[in-house]
């Protein structure tokens, strides 16, 4: 089983709301990744996990909050979003964070804030 | 970061070769060369990597510059479901989880 689950598929959210992103996967895999991607740009990174570490935090607002309650569970906690975060949210997981590794990508969660 | 520089677009007919192209001039020496490509509403898929050597598997080939500072995808007989946007990814094989994005090759195949 290579799959990547996302939930929900689609989230519409006010500004004031707070809301949590699921990502979840049984691969055994023990790097968990969130990205954001905008319309027609590539996807950009946000967050990296591994062994249930926090080890990348690109510089991401902190109305972002990622959490990594175990090895096959990633949630990305969300608060007082603006419009512009707008975005497909995307999760993906690897053996581990080293680049001889390839990354499964989960079908994103597609995000509006109104 | 190392970047990559992908064209726009490319356009195939059906049933045809595609060669991808991916510059990638300021490659360190870990960082290994991998393509994902993305399906309209769809997440990124997993296509092919490597490090220095060329790589082949059932979903395509990859032809790596002997300097390593170009690599090229290459799908041996296009299908229309080939079309996707595929992006050229550098991945540090030492330093935990980094990876930029390029801009990716939007492919259209034509029947």
């Known amino acids: 089983d290579t799959e990547v689950t996302q939930t929900p598929k689609h989230l519409v959210m006010g500004m004031t709301n707070k809301k949590s992103l699921k990502c979840e996967q049984h691969m055994g895999h023990r790097a968990m990744y969130w990205y954001k991607q905008k319309a027609k740009k590539p996807p950009e990174l946000m967050f990296v996990?591994?062994?249930?570490?926090?080890?990348i935090n690109e510089s991401v607002p902190s109305r972002f909050s990622p959490e990594c309650p175990n090895s096959s569970l990633l949630n990305l906690h969300l608060h007082a979003l603006q419009p512009e975060d707008s975005a497909l949210y995307l999760c993906a997981s690897s053996q581990e964070t080293r680049g001889s590794y390839e990354q499964y990508f989960g079908p994103g969660t597609r995000l509006t804030v109104t | 970061d190392a970047k990559t520089t992908q064209p726009n677009s490319m356009e195939s007919n059906e049933e045809e070769p595609v060669h991808l192209p991916c510059n990638h001039s300021t490659i360190s020496g870990t960082d290994y060369i991998h393509w994902y490509r993305q399906l309209p509403s769809q997440g990124p898929e997993y296509v092919i990597h490597?490090?220095?050597s060329n790589v082949n598997n059932r979903m395509a080939s990859l032809a790596i510059a002997e300097d390593r500072k170009s690599s090229t995808l290459i799908l041996h007989r296009a299908t229309l479901r080939d079309a996707a946007v595929y992006y050229c990814i550098l991945r540090d094989g030492v330093n935990a989880g980094k990876s930029t994005f390029g801009d990716g090759t939007t492919l259209t195949v034509k029947p």
């Open positions: 996990y591994s062994y249930e570490k926090l080890s």
């Open positions: 490597g490090l220095t």
